[in-house]
C-alpha cells in the first residue's frame, strides 16, 4: 500500500513539475511564469524604483556619469566619446533590451524563431529582399571608418555588458511571455536596426501595381490616375527655383516602347509587408527674423507606427568634444533628432522611389543561371536557413543577380500559377556609412559642419532641416538617388541586358536644397522635393496637403513663439476637405435624399473643416468622399486577382475641380450613363450606410472612430500592454497626423536662444518594462498636445533637483 | 505546533533556496522539510502548500503594491482574461502552494517506506 501511495504521488509529482515547467503543456511555463522570485512578478517595478548604480568595468577608459531625471531621461556626462556610447548601449540594454533584439531579428527574416511558424512569410520576405545581403555591406563600410567602427564596437560593448550581468529573474518580460533568452550584440544588429528603418522609409513601391494598371488602363489614362505633379504642388523647395542643368542626359532604351510601355501581360505578385505609406514627418525652421526671440525656431515630428516600447528613447550626450540631447533609437549609437549647443536637425522622408523590380528569366528550377546580355550568367545563390520555434528550421534559397536579389519567383508565392521572376534593385542594398552622418551631426557646430555630415548619408532619402545659434536655417534633400530617364522605374523593367539598369547617381550637389529663403522659412512634409522644373525623373509617393497647411500658416506667422510652433504641429485643419467639400455639396441631389442621408449631408456642411476628436462632420466626410472615389474608379481599375492601388485622393479631387464631366465618373459596368451628381449622391447613400452602422456603435465621433491605440511590438498577441482609446483629433493629410496606429512619434520644438528653449514629448515613456510606470508615462502629455520642457543640463547642475538617480562608470 | 514550524520552515527554505536556483527551488524545499519532519501525510501537504502559498502569495502581494498593480493587472488580463490582478495573486499562490504541497506529499510517503 505505502508503495502504491508513493508510486502515484510520485508520479503525480513529477507531472505536475513537468507541466508547470514547460510550454508543451500549457502556452506558457506558469511556474517559472509566476514564480515571486524568477517570474514576472520580478518585473513589476517598485514605484519608488531605485536606479543609482555603481559599475566598475575594464570596458570604460575614463569616468562617465548618468544622472537620471525624474522623466527618466539619462544625462550622459562621459570623458570621451566611446565611454558615452558604451554608456548608451548598457542604458538601451537596460531599457529596452527586448525590443533591440527583437527589432533586429525582424529586421533579419528571424521572427519564426520566436513566434513559429505564422512568421515564416514575414521572415521569407525579409531574407527575399535582402536584409542581410543589406546590413552586410552597410557594416563593411561603416567598420572601414575607424571612428565609426569604433563608435559601434563601443556601443556594442555597452549593451553587451548589461546582457551578461542580467540575472534571469531581470529578464524583460517578453522574454517570459515566449519563452527564449537575449543573445549577444553584434554591430551587424545595429547595420541591422538601420536597415529595417530604410526599409521603412524608402522600402514603399508600387512597380507591379503600376504595371498592371498600365496594362489595364492604357499610357494615357495611367498618366491621368497615377500622376506626381499635383495643381496644388507645394515644393519642399519653392517653385520658381532654378536648377543647373544635368551634364548627363538620360533617354529610354530603344526597345522601351515594345518591352516596357507595352508590356503584355499583368503581374500577380503582391509585396504583402509593404511599410505603411504613411510613414512621413513634418519639419519646419523658421529664421529669427519671424520670431520674437530674433533667433530660429526647428520643429520636427516623425510620423512612425506608434509602437510600445516606443521606438524612440530621450537621451542627452555630453562629452569634452560636444553636448547633444535629442531622441536616439535603442539599436544604434547617437543622437538622431535633437540638437546640441550651436545647432538642431531634424528629419521628413522623400518618398522618393529608390526600389525598382527587374524581369529575370532563369534557364531552369535551380536558378543557377540567368539570361543577361544575350548570355547565361551564374547567380550567387545564398542558402537562407529561417529557424522555426518549436519545429524544424526551414531552408530558402535566393539568387543573387546583378541587379540583386531575386525577390519573387516560383519557390516564393507558390498559391499564384506564376513562371516570372522578380530582382530587386535598391538604394538600401549599396554599401554605406550612415551612422556616420549623425556622429558628425551630434558634434556639428554651423552650416558647413552640417553640409559635410549629410554627404554619408545614401538612404533613406531624408529631408534634412538645419537651424543654428548663428541664425542659420537650412534644408537638403539628401540621399543618393538613381538617375532616371523618364517614367524610368515606374513599371517592372526588362532584366535580360544592361540597358535598363541604372547609370548612376545624381550628383549630391544637386540634391534640391535651400539656405536662408527670403521667406525666412524651410519647411518639408513628404511632398514632391520640387516641380517638374528640377531636371531629373524622381518618381515617389507624395504628400500633397500637409504642405499645403503648413505654409500657409509659415508665411502669415510673424513674432513667432515656441507655444505657436506647438500649436501648429497640433493643428488639425482639414485643408483637403476645404476643397474636397464644395464638390461633394454641390453635386449632391438633395431632393433624392432620406431623413438619415440628409443628416449625415449636414453634418457634413455644418462641419468647421477641423479634425477635432470630438466633430462628427470628419467622419460623414470622410465616408463620402472615399465612397465617392470607389464610385469613380473601382470599374475602372479592379480585375480579379490583378493587384492595382487607389489612385492618390489629390487627383480625383483637382479632376473634378477642373472638370465636372471628368471622363472616369461613369461606372463603365452599367447601361446607364452615371454623371457626377449621380454618383456624389449615390456615394452619400453609401457611405449613410456605414454612417447608421457607426453612430448605433457610438463611433461617429473622430476621436472614437479612429480610436486611437499605441500597440506593443507583438501587435494583438499582448493588448494589455498596449494603450487604447486615446481620443485625439488630425489625421491623414492633416498637420497633427495622428491615425489610428500612425502618426507624430515624437514632437519637437527647439528655440536656438541661450540657453536653448527646447521642448519634446513622445507617445511611449523611456522604459520597456511593462511593469513599470515609465512604461507609458508620456502618452496623456502626448494626446492632449502638450509638451515636456527638454532640460539640457549642464556640469554644474549635479545637485539640481531634477535628479532622480545616478548610474557611474568607473574603471576597473 | 509541529504543523506551523513544517509550513514555515518549507517557506524559509523555498526563499533560501530560490535566491540562486529557478522556481522549482520551492519543490526541493518542501521534499526537505516533507522528508524530514515527521508528521502524517496530508498534514504535510498541508503545511508546505500553506507555507509557499503564504510565501510566493505574500510576496507577489507586496510586490504588486509596491507596484500599484500595474504589471499584475496587465498579466491577469493577459492569461486570465480579468484584470484583477488578486487573481492573479492568488494564482501564483496556489502554484506555489500545490507545487510545495504534492512535493511533501510524496516526500513524506518516501521517508516512510524506509521505516520499519
Known amino acids: ?412 508565392k507558390t498559391d499564384l500559377t506564376e513562371e516570372k521572376a522578380y530582382a530587386l534593385r535598391w538604394v538600401a542594398h549599396d554599401s554605406s556609412n550612415v551612422l556616420k552622418m549623425w556622429l558628425l551631426l551630434n558634434r556639428a557646430k554651423n552650416y558647413d559642419d552640417y553640409l559635410a555630415a549629410i554627404r554619408h548619408f545614401n538612404a533613406p532619402g531624408q529631408n534634412m532641416i538645419f537651424a543654428s545659434k548663428s541664425g542659420d536655417i537650412a534644408l537638403w534633400q539628401q540621399a543618393t538617388f538613381p538617375l532616371r530617364w523618364k517614367d524610368q522605374g515606374l513599371f517592372v523593367m526588362p532584366g535580360t541586358d544592361s540597358s535598363y539598369m541604372w547609370k548612376g547617381y545624381i550628383p549630391l550637389e544637386q540634391n534640391p536644397s535651400s539656405l536662408n529663403p527670403a521667406s525666412g522659412f524651410v519647411s518639408s512634409a513628404n511632398q514632391r522635393v520640387a516641380d517638374s522644373s528640377y531636371p531629373y525623373f524622381i518618381p515617389g509617393s507624395y504628400e500633397v496637403y500637409r504642405p499645403i497647411t503648413i505654409n500657409r500658416n509659415l508665411t502669415e506667422m510673424h513674432n513667432i513663439t515656441v507655444d505657436d510652433m506647438k500649436a501648429l504641429q497640433n493643428n488639425n485643419y482639414n485643408v483637403f476637405a476645404e476643397e474636397a467639400r464644395p464638390i461633394l455639396l454641390n453635386y449632391v441631389n438633395r431632393s433624392s435624399l432620406s431623413t438619415e442621408e440628409s443628416k449625415y449631408l449636414d453634418l457634413v456642411e455644418q462641419w468647421d473643416l477641423y479634425n477635432n476628436a470630438n466633430d462628427k462632420g470628419v467622419v460623414c466626410f470622410i465616408a463620402w468622399w472615399d465612397s465617392l472615389h470607389a464610385n469613380i474608379f473601382n470599374d475602372d481599375l479592379i480585375r480579379d486577382k490583378i493587384p492595382v492601388i487607389k489612385p492618390e485622393k489629390f487627383v480625383l479631387l483637382e479632376a473634378l475641380k477642373r472638370d465636372s464631366t471628368f471622363k472616369f465618373i461613369d461606372n463603365i459596368n452599367t447601361p446607364e450613363k452615371e454623371d457626377l451628381v449621380a454618383q456624389v449622391t449615390s456615394a452619400l447613400k453609401k457611405a449613410s450606410l456605414m454612417l447608421t452602422e457607426l453612430e448605433r456603435d457610438n463611433k461617429l465621433e473622430w476621436g472614437k472612430y479612429k480610436n486611437t491605440t499605441v500597440y506593443h511590438l507583438l501587435k494583438n498577441n499582448a493588448m494589455p500592454f498596449a494603450r487604447t482609446g486615446i481620443s485625439t483629433g488630425g489625421g491623414n493629410g492633416i498637420i497633427n497626423a495622428t491615425q489610428h496606429d500612425h502618426g507624430p512619434s515624437w514632437k519637437m520644438v527647439i528655440e536656438m536662444t541661450t540657453p536653448t528653449n527646447a521642448y519634446g514629448v513622445y507617445p511611449g515613456g523611456q522604459s520597456g518594462n511593462p511593469g513599470s510606470y515609465f512604461y507609458d508615462n508620456f502618452i496623456d502629455t502626448w494626446s492632449i498636445g502638450e509638451y515636456y520642457k527638454l532640460w539640457f543640463m549642464g556640469t554644474t547642475d549635479t545637485t539640481d533637483n531634477r535628479i532622480k538617480w545616478k548610474i557611474s562608470f568607473k574603471p576597473a | 505546533m509541529k504543523f506551523i514550524v513544517s509550513a514555515i520552515i518549507t517557506a524559509s527554505l523555498a526563499f533560501s533556496l530560490g535566491l540562486f536556483l529557478p522556481w522549482w527551488s520551492v519543490a526541493i524545499a518542501a521534499f526537505l522539510s516533507g522528508f524530514f519532519i515527521p508528521q502524517q501525510k496530508i498534514l504535510a501537504f498541508l503545511s508546505a502548500f500553506i507555507g509557499v502559498f503564504v510565501f510566493w502569495g505574500g510576496l507577489a502581494f507586496y510586490i504588486s503594491f509596491a507596484n500599484n498593480h500595474i504589471l499584475a493587472q496587465k498579466i491577469a488580463m493577459l492569461i486570465i482574461k480579468n484584470n484583477n490582478p488578486f487573481m492573479l495573486i492568488a494564482l501564483t499562490a496556489l502554484i506555489g502552494g500545490i507545487t510545495a504541497g504534492i512535493t511533501a506529499f510524496t516526500a513524506r510517503s518516501m521517508a516512510l517506506l524506509f521505516k520499519k
Request: with cysteine; proline share 5%.
Open chain 1, 1 to 412: 500500500m505505502k508503495y502504491a501511495i508513493f508510486i502515484i504521488s510520485f508520479f503525480l509529482n513529477a507531472a505536475l513539475i513537468y507541466v508547470l515547467g514547460t510550454r508543451n503543456v500549457l502556452p506558457l511555463a506558469l511556474g517559472s511564469f509566476l514564480s515571486v522570485q524568477e517570474g514576472i512578478w520580478q518585473n513589476a517595478e517598485a514605484t519608488d524604483v531605485d536606479f543609482n548604480l555603481d559599475i566598475k568595468t575594464s570596458s570604460v577608459l575614463g569616468k562617465t556619469d548618468v544622472y537620471l531625471d525624474e522623466r527618466l531621461v539619462p544625462h550622459i556626462f562621459a570623458e570621451n566619446e566611446n565611454d558615452a556610447f558604451f554608456v548608451q548601449g548598457f542604458l538601451h540594454a537596460k531599457f529596452r533590451l527586448w525590443q533591440m533584439e527583437f527589432q533586429t531579428h525582424a529586421a533579419a527574416g528571424r521572427i519564426s524563431e520566436i513566434v513559429g511558424d505564422k512568421a515564416i512569410n514575414f521572415d521569407r520576405n525579409q531574407r527575399r529582399v535582402g536584409m542581410v545581403f543589406a546590413a552586410e555591406n552597410a557594416l563593411g563600410e561603416m567598420e572601414k571608418d575607424p571612428a565609426t567602427k569604433q563608435a559601434m564596437d563601443s556601443y556594442t560593448a555597452g549593451v553587451n555588458y548589461y546582457i551578461r550581468h542580467l540575472s534571469s529573474s531581470e529578464l524583460p518580460i517578453e522574454y517570459k511571455l515566449l519563452g527564449y533568452q537575449p543573445e549577444e550584440w553584434t554591430n551587424l544588429k545595429s547595420a541591422l536596426f538601420i536597415k529595417q528603418m530604410t526599409n521603412t522609409l524608402a522600402g514603399y513601391d508600387r512597380d507591379f501595381e503600376f504595371t498592371n494598371a498600365l496594362k489595364i488602363l492604357g499610357e494615357e489614362n495611367f498618366r491621368i490616375l497615377y500622376s506626381d505633379l499635383p495643381d496644388s504642388l507645394y515644393p519642399v523647395i519653392p517653385k520658381g527655383t532654378a536648377y543647373a542643368t544635368p551634364e548627363i542626359a538620360l533617354a529610354p532604351p530603344q526597345s522601351a516602347d515594345s518591352l516596357y510601355f507595352m508590356r503584355k501581360d499583368t503581374i500577380h505578385f503582391t509585396e504583402d509587408f509593404k511599410p505603411d505609406p504613411s510613414n512621413g514627418s513634418n519639419n519646419w525652421a523658421v529664421s529669427g527674423i519671424k520670431t520674437t526671440s530674433g533667433k530660429p525656431i526647428l520643429c520636427n515630428d516623425p510620423h512612425l507606427n506608434l509602437t510600445l516600447p516606443s521606438i524612440w528613447y530621450e537621451v542627452q550626450i555630453h562629452t569634452p568634444d560636444y553636448n547633444a540631447y535629442g531622441v536616439s533609437f535603442p539599436g544604434i549609437p547617437g543622437v538622431v533628432i535633437g540638437f546640441n549647443d550651436s545647432i538642431a536637425f531634424g528629419f521628413t522622408n522623400a518618398g522618393r522611389d529608390v526600389k525598382d523590380y527587374y524581369e529575370i528569366r532563369f534557364k531552369d528550377n535551380s536558378k543557377e543561371e540567368y539570361f543577361f546580355n544575350n548570355e547565361w550568367r551564374k547567380t550567387e545563390l545564398r542558402i537562407e536557413d529561417i529557424g522555426v520555434k518549436n519545429t524544424k528550421s526551414i531552408k530558402d534559397t535566393v539568387a543573387y543577380t546583378v541587379f540583386g536579389p531575386v525577390t519573387y519567383d516560383k519557390s516564393f
